[in-house]
């Protein structure tokens, strides 16, 4: 008998149904990246490399764990700090932690609960926002279950037909979204070698997309799902979507200053930085090497959010000594999804806190605040 | 019985007429370091060798890849881009795309079509040009039997001997060469370890240079042809190909600005920034290191070719954007070639094409002329 | 039968008392990197994670001792050295040589002698100082029976309860205590992963801070002595401790020039540069990455003593050479003890004292004092 | 029955007459690291250990190596180059290369014929000159036997006696010595922690130095033997050694401007650069890393030797472009010895006159006066 390639394999699961993880369950966080490791051996492979894996040679993907190591924290001590104090907020809305979750597409990869397990997990933890990702595997009601009426964002993918960005966004604000999110880096799919290599379809339809997706799940690849929606993003669609809707918006996957520029020119109310966890551009440099020259070119005028890369509460502080505002956690939920259902979400949620905190304690920050105004070292 | 000697087995290969692949068929692309862990299972030891190796500690080999990780290409968001067009032009000639056939020698070494095999891949692409080397294996006319009326620039090895060279042009132009490459960072061959572990032989004669390489396929080692050949290449070689020739022509080989700027001096109508894929002298940067601060001094008076260390849409990006016109693709052709023949040679431009379009479109550029404009970023 | 988790194992372990090795003879010490490889072997594997680990991804851990060779000794010949001195003193007391014992908790997990071990092989080499942590395994009285007359210096671990310092300080000085060192960089327990994943508690009691530790053996985790210590950390408790205990005041775990003359403000006699061998907070410098801006800044008001990373002589003349005036030396020791007791102890600082020397004699200095002014060399 | 240690072994093969090779015989050099590997296999252990070992971490071994890759050589193309010419002179002598022996203790280790060997290889390969070591394993006239009329300079190691000094120094020059270099760097031994773990002691006297060590045999440690010869080296040495010898002298193990200069000052006709292979003070940088500085301050007053990993003829020529008028090749020569004895030893330096030659021809340098004007290229 022949041995199956691991395109054969993963038609199989996908005609089987794809056999996501169902349990619910808190997990042990004792650091995300063993998280990843035990991931690996419940998630079917061909989720498993669509979540982990990247483009190109992952020299990107590298790259957002690798830029952490070139910025040390230093240790203040005699600073009279207890208790730190990880409250924040954005725009009006107060949060108990200055992360939130990242827009990701298909949890159902990682989990049965699909994107209504993350959400179930982040309303348990409480003062903390859910970006839906428009290229949800879930349905606003079906996520609304889990999330209840916590905060939260929606990501917006645009289709190439703007009637039905308008149908879209009508029913994002009509589930209570208080921010759009531009996804602005992903106008086609990045050269994905592990999904190629698996000739990796999602395994389940995109409830939210569907009206513009073409032909249904046979065309649920990532080069088709792409194809369909729109290329040609501009400043007109900053303005677009902010006229339409009247909520705030984030132009996601800003990686220069002149990009964070014509943002905030057009109109946005907030610049994301991300280079969309290297899947997008390989060859790009690792998302916090490019923090420090957008907050600088922005000076405050509108927030910041980061996301690509953080593993710690280490790179959360990082991130927010660097400029940033607020900072997206992604593949470390799922992968909590995949291991505990809500529970494991709500644990790595507590995990990131906790970690947070004790980061503060020994570099002397009792506040956010401090954070903003602490200083890193160069490492050579 | 004793084991035989890598020798040994190479002479065997030689003496049963070296044993190349034969196959032709399309090969799917995932990445080009993918063809060449399969084109090493196919070719026979001592010809595959000879294609991957390079000098010494292959130090400058590896340089040529890990150079394009210290320049990271910015995605640019918001640019109102679709389709990116990837057509540009060179001596009037209009191009497909930005990539061009690098001069190689001895394609039979991948496989039995040799140079012909290569030329009909890159004829069905289209829209490009065929380097001819003066080392080939197949003769003008084999050549024209895959490449029809396509492109092509003749890269010459020149002869102790200018008679010799008269006639080996003569036969050049007559084949209907529009160009002249002018090798001139090969007087004699680098100290390819490999090569002389596997005491390597071309196992097949050369016809263009045959006039002057004495002694036939007993004399066909590396060493035996570079020393009938000439040494003193000078800017009187690059005067005289182009008075003898009435044809642009490039220098190859460039490495600094001062060699550039001598061989445009000399008459050179292009540079070619090469360093022989690492085959020459190690310990030499680079080539990628090298380019900006000759297109710096080139200062757009006559085209750079660029090539060494080409394998993803990422690195003809990057070169582009540091002053290249063209970019010169090698290897990855002959593996293409010994995966698939003509077919293999292909799908490797084409894969080239859309990859670099996938770049053009993340990084928000439109055209070949965008890309000359686009920031690069230092990775440290 | 089901295979035992490490925690189950740990737990066994103390449960039976913790089985540390007894046994007391010399080492032959060739380096101590060795020494860390032979005691993996005879330490049960919960106290040697804990001793031997660090916090996080013990980034910061290994920066310690890769900054080491970002800096170059210079050799110096003709330099007429002989029989290098190493000789120094400190607040008066005289030093057979620059390096001393940094203050380690709980001793007792590599030796059953525990600090009693430490301090007579301390005692037999002679000429140094012992530093007595807060959290030892031994009393006062136990390891005065192996440090005799020696010098000591006391590390305190605040109490929240003033009181509670008061009476500690009183019985660090009737021990004898010359200097008392402010542990400002441990107001919590670093994210040790080793230590969580074996669920690592002491397994034995702490007799000098015992009257704040509630609970006894069972509350002997990690984060609840640290959580019972004190957090609020401040100038003013430099100046307490200096203006109760009438001693020199060390304000240990300085990595920034800002720090350092904070505490010079609030009254510390000396500095003492340590990232708590990176136990602490990860993501921080190495520690000799830090020690030059420090040294830089507190111009010799103070003197400095530094730690975290020796593991060679040259490691003590690279501190010394950046502005150190002592060096302290902390698992190596604790290697030695576990290898040897107290003869490994002292095995190990007639190692360093050796070692030292011969750097000395190479690097052309014949004093302490010309490793103030030798000149180190940048590596890139 | 108990396996062996190390140290038993080699204690066996000393008792038994320490069993060097004795094979004469051309080798085959493709590169100088597969000698070493094939080195490894013939050479007992204990000897190979000290011959390719080096002192503490190995850093600066590594060092010596590594420093190559930071600074490229520039391929010159159109350099109207053919046949390269190596020849140079010093001190009056014609040299048909720029590369010479460096001087190196008991070749005996490596092959039975001993220096003798050594001699007669270089002899044969004619036009360099051979360093004797003071610590040689033959006498004067053994070596005379390989070495013929040809050129020798003498390396002394000082004894601390200075009539012993005068009394080899005669020696030496009726031998036919025409410079003698000063051991500057080598007043200890390095901590060469492989021949502590072999506890390796010369398995063979010293008959040049044997007047001041006392023992004999028995005490042929490292330890002892530096102990008995001089540490105290200064100034007052090179003029001691000028004016007694009436010869040039080289002060070897400079490392800095400094020591250059002082050296100079003293009356030292020449400056040999050299980190002793490593060997001595570990964690020094490498010693290419050194030279440009030391070349820098010198500015042509006296001719510079420089040694410590040459491997290559590409190392030999980026030495000269940064400075260096002679090479020195050490261990690479002693594999050569110990593989084919002197024809090993004549295949080693023909290799490195053919591959400085290849690099010359491919660096677009005709003349070693060329190399010295080669500009380098900075690697990042």
């Known amino acids: ?55 190109g040679d992952e020299f990107t993907l590298k790259q957002n764990t690798k830029a952490w190591d070139k910025k040390g924290i230093l240790p203040r001590v005699l600073a009279d700090v207890e208790f730190p104090e990880t409250s924040t907020s954005i725009f009006g809305q107060d949060l108990k932690v200055p992360f939130i979750m990242s827009p990701i597409a298909a949890h159902g990869l990682a989990h049965q609960s699909k994107e209504a397990g993350t959400a179930k997990g982040i309303a348990e933890f409480g003062g903390t926002i859910m970006s839906i990702s428009a290229y949800s595997g879930a349905s606003f009601s079906e996520i609304e279950e889990g999330l209840k009426d916590n905060n939260r964002w929606f990501q917006i993918y645009m289709s190439k037909d703007d009637e039905m960005n308008k149908n879209i966004i009508d029913e994002a604000k009509a589930d209570g979204a ?55 993003i501009s400043v007109n669609d900053v303005h677009f979507l902010k006229e339409y809707s009247g909520l705030p918006v984030f132009v996601k996957g800003i990686q220069t200053p002149e990009d964070a520029m014509a943002a905030i020119g057009a109109g946005a109310a907030g610049i994301w930085v991300s280079n969309h966890g290297g899947r997008q551009l390989d060859g790009a440099p690792g998302s916090f090497e490019a923090l420090e020259a957008i907050s600088k070119a922005v000076q405050g005028r509108v927030p910041i959010v980061f996301d690509s890369g953080i593993r710690r509460g280490e790179h959360i502080f990082k991130a ?21 259902g809500w529970k494991g979400v709500q644990s790595v949620f507590e995990y990131f806190e906790e970690d947070l905190k004790r980061v503060m304690q020994l570099a002397g920050t009792q506040t956010i605040e401090d954070i903003k105004h602490a200083r890193l070292f160069d490492i050579k």
């Open 1 to 55: 008998m022949t041995k199956k390639t691991v395109a054969e394999e993963i038609k199989e699961e996908v005609d089987a149904g794809y056999n996501a993880p169902s349990n619910v369950n808190e997990i042990e966080v004792i650091n995300t990246y063993e998280l990843e490791e035990k991931a690996r051996e419940v998630v079917p492979k061909g989720g498993f490399d669509y979540m982990s894996g990247a483009s």
């Open 178 to 232: 208080t921010a759009i999110i531009l996804t602005a880096d992903a106008t086609l799919s990045g050269n994905r070698d592990k999904d190629d290599h698996n000739k990796f379809v999602y395994p389940f339809g995109m409830p939210i997309v569907s009206r513009y997706l073409k032909g249904g799940a046979k065309n649920m690849s990532l080069n088709n799902i792409y194809a369909q929606s729109k290329q040609k």
């Open 320 to 340: 927010i000594a660097s400029g940033a505002d607020i900072v997206g956690v992604g593949r470390p939920v799922l992968y909590g999804l995949a291991l505990g």
